[in-house]
């Protein structure tokens, strides 16, 4: 019964209070590629923000969707972030 209910002792098949082997690594390791993704768009953020009204370099699939020359700039750094992690 504690194993079906929400609060009991059991919560999603797993003992709390205990963890099965390797969880806390695979979690640990999720933290750091969220934290590393999070890096990577406040830093892209921060210069589209700084940017703000670039002038556009083309349109892509109608006049709606454009390219300006801070996209590519985003994704230079972007790659930078997540390949340093």
């Given amino acids: 019964?504690?194993?079906?209910?929400?609060?009991?002792?059991?919560?999603?098949g797993v003992r709390h209070g205990?963890?099965?082997?390797?969880?806390?690594?695979e979690?640990?390791?999720l933290e750091s590629i969220r934290d590393?993704?999070?890096?990577?768009?406040?830093?892209?953020?921060?210069?589209?923000?700084d940017r703000l009204g670039a002038d556009v370099?083309?349109?892509?699939?109608n006049s709606m969707d454009l390219l300006t020359e801070?996209?590519?700039k985003c994704q230079e750094i972007i790659e930078k972030v997540v390949q340093s992690a």
């Fill in 57 to 61: 370099i083309e349109t892509k699939l």
């Fill in 1 to 12: 019964i504690g194993g079906e209910q929400r609060n009991g002792p059991f919560r999603g």
């Fill in 18 to 25: 205990h963890v099965r082997v390797g969880a806390e690594k």
């Fill in 36 to 49: 590393t993704a999070m890096e990577a768009a406040r830093m892209a953020g921060r210069l589209i923000r």
């Fill in 27 to 29: 979690a640990s390791e």
């Fill in 70 to 72: 801070v996209d590519g």
